[in-house]
């Protein structure tokens, strides 16, 4: 979704992979399914950002874990801590209807396109733009899993690789950049 500031496309973002996690799709949803458990990311700029927005979106406030969009009731544990940044989390596990358990992994940008290596994933939520580094990253974690990217961002930095891939098909986007 590439939309205004302040529009709820976070909520929108969190909203669908919190269904996919869990399997709590509602009776109208008439988009993609998963009849099974899932591995996701989820992602913003930095690592406070994804802290005071993602997380916060997610779970709830830190001593109110399952008020956010995931229910409490499918949370399993006590999710992990991140190391290095006050009250971030890193995982949590969420109950799937069919009796598995999905992960959650919070990530940052500011982590560095590394960081995004080397491991297949069901979905990647992103919030706020990324760059062409990390987003090819995330699309390469999904090849073998034929997943899911989720990405919402007001487009800031203007016409950018990213944003014309969304706009215009591929030929029109390499040849506006040319």
């Given amino acids: 979704a590439i939309a205004g500031n302040r529009c709820g496309k976070t909520v929108l ?5 919190s269904v996919h996690l869990s399997g709590l799709y509602p009776n109208w949803w008439e988009g993609r399914r998963f009849n099974r458990p899932v591995d996701w990311w989820a992602a913003s700029d930095t690592s406070e950002t994804t802290r005071d927005i993602l997380q916060l ?3 709830g ?11 409490k009731d499918c949370i399993i544990g006590e999710p992990t ?3 290095g940044i006050a009250d971030a989390i890193d995982t949590v596990q ?8 999905s992960t959650l992994a919070f990530k940052s940008y500011d982590q560095g396109r590394e960081k995004f290596q080397g ?8 919030d706020e733009e ?3 580094a990390i987003y090819f990253e995330c699309l390469t ?6 997943g899911l990217m989720i990405c919402t961002f007001t487009p800031l930095s203007g016409m950018s690789e990213i944003v014309m891939r969304y706009l215009y098909d591929k030929e029109k986007a390499e040849a506006a950049i040319e």
Avoid: Q
């Fill in 119 to 126: 491991t297949a994933k069901d979905g990647i939520s992103l």
């Fill in 94 to 101: 969420i109950k799937h209807v069919s009796g598995g358990i």
């Fill in 81 to 83: 801590k991140r190391r």
């Fill in 61 to 71: 406030k830190l001593s109110e874990i399952g008020t956010g969009m995931i229910p």
């Fill in 13 to 17: 973002s969190c909203f669908e992979t």
């Fill in 130 to 132: 990324p760059s062409e």
């Fill in 141 to 146: 974690r999904l090849m073998t899993t034929n």
């Fill in 57 to 59: 979106e997610f779970l």
